[in-house]
């Protein structure tokens, strides 16, 4: 029978438990919602502080050079690499996940140009479709199209057709994992190229992707690694594939030469021609103090802290009998599934709005998901607990039907 004093003490025996304190949590709110926004890092808010007083408002300008600015989106993809396991001169930090895919989706029409077809899931993350989308409404549905099949039909759907496999590592309504080296092996062995978005496994997991030969990947700087709301972005290209094309958005960052000016683009080598616009320090340098608190981290710690929690989680809602009224969409195996819980509920909406007044952060996505997420940094054993004994007391007092929850916000 788990007790609270049994919780205690998992959170006593716990080896990440002292890197809660490196995060500012308000003391009354239990957040499970580090799968959408990470929480606020103090080494983030000092560095925020820092580079708006000291660097902007006393150096100015100077402070491209003097420190070091211009070479933020290098450092930081840098920081990133051995995250995603990828060895360095791999990764760099730019823009969104959007602007990325474009990127990375154009040089893939370009390396496989007889090859129309973009491959991807139907659950997959909508930004990642809709970018296939656009780049086929740009290019004509005879040089690039989608299409969408279900998760467990990838492999088999696969064919002379098809330029490039676009999936997310894990999928961020149901929190299951694909399986990378797998999938990865299968489509080069079609003559296709993989495109992974680690958006919902990055700084949550292990992930290798030069081990799993992947071609390129995606992710983001706000939810796991913590950067803070709008944080960039990042893009992997494996060193094999970096100079072969020239991605399209040619922007001046990008350039060999960038403060030549030369009238004339030519493309930096290497991973600094997926660079365009300049880089937005401020969120940028939120982003390299948070990725600091990685530094020591071993990663299967993490990993195993990330399943511990959600098998208490799933233990405590079984205890509470509320297993019966929300139905597990996540796979039931723990090694199975990334660092979330997904359930299916028909007033899910109001089941989070109701959780939320009562101080436990989670979220919801359409039709009808509650998802809880488990940052292993900061969230502990007790926050599980209190977590269950909250939602415990909403349901029993029937809070989620509310008719304040009838009417859903901009931002679900």
């Not at 990865?184 to 003559?191: E, R």
């Amino acid at each position: 029978m788990i007790t609270r004093e049994a919780i205690l003490e998992l959170d006593r025996l716990d080896p990440l438990a002292l890197q809660r304190d490196a995060f500012a949590l308000p003391r009354d709110k239990v957040y499970l919602d580090g799968n959408s926004l990470g929480a606020l890092p103090r080494a983030a808010a000092v560095r925020v502080q820092d580079t708006v007083q000291q660097q902007w408002g006393v150096d100015l300008i100077s402070s491209w050079n003097r420190h070091g600015w211009i070479d933020l989106p290098q450092a930081v993809g840098e920081k990133i690499a051995p995250l995603v396991g990828a060895a360095p001169g791999q990764v760099i930090c730019a823009d969104s996940i959007s602007v990325n895919l474009f990127k990375l989706l154009s040089v893939v029409s370009m390396l496989r140009p007889e090859r129309p077809v973009v491959l991807s899931a139907a659950d997959n993350f909508p930004t990642d479709l809709y970018m296939v989308q656009g780049l086929s409404q740009l290019l004509g549905e005879q040089k690039l199209r989608l299409v969408q099949v279900a998760e467990a039909e990838i492999t088999d759907a696969l064919n002379e057709r098809v330029a490039a496999v676009l999936l997310s590592h894990v999928n961020f309504r149901t929190g299951r994992i694909l399986p990378m080296a797998e999938i990865t092996a299968a489509t080069q062995t079609a003559g296709a190229l993989s495109i992974w978005d680690l958006a919902h496994s990055a700084g949550a997991m292990p992930v290798e992707l030069d081990a799993c030969q992947v071609d390129f990947a995606v992710g983001c700087g706000y939810k796991y690694f913590n950067g803070g709301p709008g944080a960039p972005a990042w893009v992997y290209a494996a060193e094999r594939h970096q100079d072969a094309v020239q991605q399209p958005l040619c922007g001046w960052m990008g350039h060999r030469d960038p403060f030549v000016f030369d009238p004339d683009y030519e493309a930096a080598a290497g991973m600094l021609q997926y660079l365009c616009g300049t880089p937005p320090v401020l969120s940028m340098a939120a982003l390299d103090a948070a990725l600091d608190l990685f530094a020591d981290i071993d990663m299967q710690a993490l990993r195993a802290k990330s399943l511990a929690l959600g098998t208490l989680f799933l233990e405590l809602l079984h205890k509470t009998e509320l297993a019966a009224e929300l139905r597990l969409l996540s796979p039931p195996e723990s090694e199975l599934r990334g660092s979330q819980l997904a359930f299916s509920h028909p007033q899910a909406y109001g089941l989070v709005q109701a959780w939320i007044e009562r101080g436990v952060v989670a979220d919801f996505r359409e039709p009808d998901v509650l998802r809880v997420g488990f940052s292993p940094l900061y969230n502990s054993y007790g926050d599980i607990w209190q977590a269950l004994e909250a939602l415990r007391e909403v349901m029993a007092q029937r809070e989620h039907l509310d008719p304040r929850w009838q009417q859903r916000q901009k931002v679900t």
